[in-house]
């Protein structure tokens, strides 16, 4: 229960964050290269779970020409069709929800389709707006956001949200976005890589929860420990892709870890580590390269520069540590 209230204050803290953001034009859109199949496959796969506890079917309907790479906000693009789906979800009590996509002559078209209740024509126009919802049961779970924040990124995206409904037959959501081919020479810069297991060593209980979030929403699979002895243990019998360490723990500090990790180490190994720090010094990043890690991420950390710290030291033993 105290999980599932904390997720529900997070997402709705992070909604309003996002519209004081865009409030204050201070919401700005990152776009780069992205994969729009591997992209739909990871809402696809966040969202089954849901999907399967209620008994109904999650379906992926790609058209076979769309195109393989788009210039685009991939994480504001995923947060629009993951506000999308997980309404479609909450308000579906039978049969399927459908999520489409399609290329269009200025970019790409896609729609969640559901066959649940319906919104009525009166109301459909108003749930674009904050704090808006329809009478039902479910409207304590959520506060109205959702639909508000995906006109707004699709619209400073250049792009539309059109809601076609009838009562009783189910609910589609539609989505145009003007998104260009990138040139085929840039490389693909966030990619959602495959799924990792990963150590994560944190004294802070509430830092390790949310860190441990943001990384299961991307897929990987987290064992937390508390201190440094037993990240030692566990990495003593247990195969970790990477290993997030926290520089000020109890006892044998993230440095000292770090050495010890590297210590061990046969020729030839060389188990990629992040520092993740509230430590705000200079020194530091170049005190924990030396002391053999590969990146180095500042506190509050985000679910983006946590991909893109774990992509830099997963990517290749030469890949430049993170100014
Ligand atoms: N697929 C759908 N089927 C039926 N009603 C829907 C659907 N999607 C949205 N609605 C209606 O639109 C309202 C607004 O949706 P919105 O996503 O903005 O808010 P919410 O889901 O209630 O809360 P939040 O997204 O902030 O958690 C919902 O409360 C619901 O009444
Ligand atoms: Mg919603």
Same mark, same amino acid.
């Given at each position: 229960?105290? $999980?599932?209230?904390?997720?529900? #204050?997070?997402?709705?803290?992070?909604?309003?964050?996002?519209?004081?953001?865009?409030?204050?034009?201070?919401?700005?859109?990152?776009?780069?290269?992205?994969? /729009?199949? $591997?992209?739909?496959?990871?809402?696809? $796969?966040?969202? =089954?779970?849901?999907?399967?506890?209620?008994?109904?079917?999650?379906?992926?309907? +790609?058209?076979?020409?769309?195109?393989?790479?788009?210039?685009? @906000?991939?994480?504001?693009?995923?947060?629009?069709?993951?506000?999308?789906?997980?309404?479609?979800?909450?308000?579906?009590?039978?049969?399927?929800?459908?999520?489409?996509? $399609?290329?269009?002559?200025?970019?790409?078209?896609?729609?969640?389709? @559901?066959?649940?209740?319906?919104?009525?024509?009166?109301?459909?126009?108003?749930?674009?707006?904050?704090?808006? =919802?329809?009478?039902? /049961? =479910?409207?304590?779970?959520?506060?109205?956001?959702?639909?508000?924040?995906?006109?707004?990124?699709?619209?400073?995206?250049?792009?539309?949200?059109?809601?076609?409904?009838?009562?009783?037959?189910?609910?589609?959501?539609?989505?145009?976005?003007?998104?260009?081919?990138?040139?085929?020479?840039?490389?693909?810069?966030?990619?959602?890589?495959?799924?990792?297991?990963?150590?994560?060593?944190?004294?802070?209980?509430?830092?390790?929860? +949310?860190?441990?979030?943001?990384?299961?929403?991307?897929?990987?699979?987290?064992?937390?420990?508390?201190?440094?002895?037993?990240?030692?243990?566990?990495?003593?019998?247990?195969?970790?892709?990477?290993?997030?360490?926290?520089?000020?723990? /109890?006892?044998?500090?993230?440095? =000292?870890?770090?050495?010890?990790?590297?210590?061990?180490?046969?020729?030839?190994?060389?188990?990629?580590?992040?520092?993740?720090?509230?430590?705000?010094?200079?020194?530091?990043?170049?005190?924990?390269?030396?002391?053999?890690?590969?990146?180095?991420?500042?506190?509050?950390?985000?679910?983006?520069?946590?991909?893109?710290? #774990?992509?830099?030291? #997963?990517?290749?033993?030469?890949? /430049?540590?993170?100014?």
């Amino acid at each position: 229960a105290m $999980q599932r209230s904390g997720g529900m #204050l997070l997402k709705l803290l992070n909604d309003a964050l996002d519209l004081a953001r865009i409030e204050a034009g201070r919401l700005e859109l990152e776009p780069a290269p992205f994969e /729009p199949r $591997q992209l739909l496959e990871d809402v696809v $796969q966040l969202e =089954q779970g849901l999907a399967h506890a209620k008994g109904i079917r999650f379906v992926l309907e +790609v058209a076979e020409d769309l195109p393989a790479r788009l210039l685009g @906000d991939a994480l504001r693009i995923k947060q629009i069709l993951l506000n999308l789906a997980s309404n479609a979800l909450k308000f579906t009590e039978h049969g399927k929800v459908t999520l489409r996509a $399609q290329r269009t002559e200025e970019g790409l078209l896609l729609s969640v389709s @559901d066959t649940g209740p319906g919104i009525p024509e009166a109301s459909q126009a108003r749930l674009f707006q904050r704090f808006e =919802q329809a009478e039902g /049961p =479910q409207r304590r779970v959520g506060s109205g956001l959702g639909l508000a924040i995906c006109r707004e990124l699709v619209e400073m995206m250049g792009g539309s949200i059109e809601l076609e409904s009838r009562l009783a037959h189910g609910s589609t959501f539609r989505v145009r976005l003007p998104l260009a081919v990138p040139a085929s020479s840039v490389p693909v810069a966030w990619a959602p890589g495959r799924p990792c297991h990963l150590l994560l060593v944190e004294d802070d209980t509430i830092v390790a929860t +949310v860190i441990r979030g943001l990384l299961e929403r991307e897929g990987h699979t987290v064992v937390h420990v508390v201190n440094g002895l037993a990240a030692l243990a566990e990495l003593a019998h247990a195969d970790v892709d990477a290993v997030l360490l926290d520089l000020d723990l /109890p006892g044998v500090d993230g440095f =000292q870890v770090a050495r010890l990790i590297r210590q061990r180490e046969r020729a030839g190994q060389h188990l990629p580590i992040v520092a993740v720090t509230a430590r705000s010094g200079s020194g530091d990043e170049a005190k924990a390269r030396a002391a053999g890690m590969d990146g180095f991420l500042r506190k509050p950390v985000s679910g983006e520069r946590l991909a893109d710290a #774990l992509a830099r030291v #997963l990517g290749g033993a030469d890949a /430049p540590m993170p100014a």
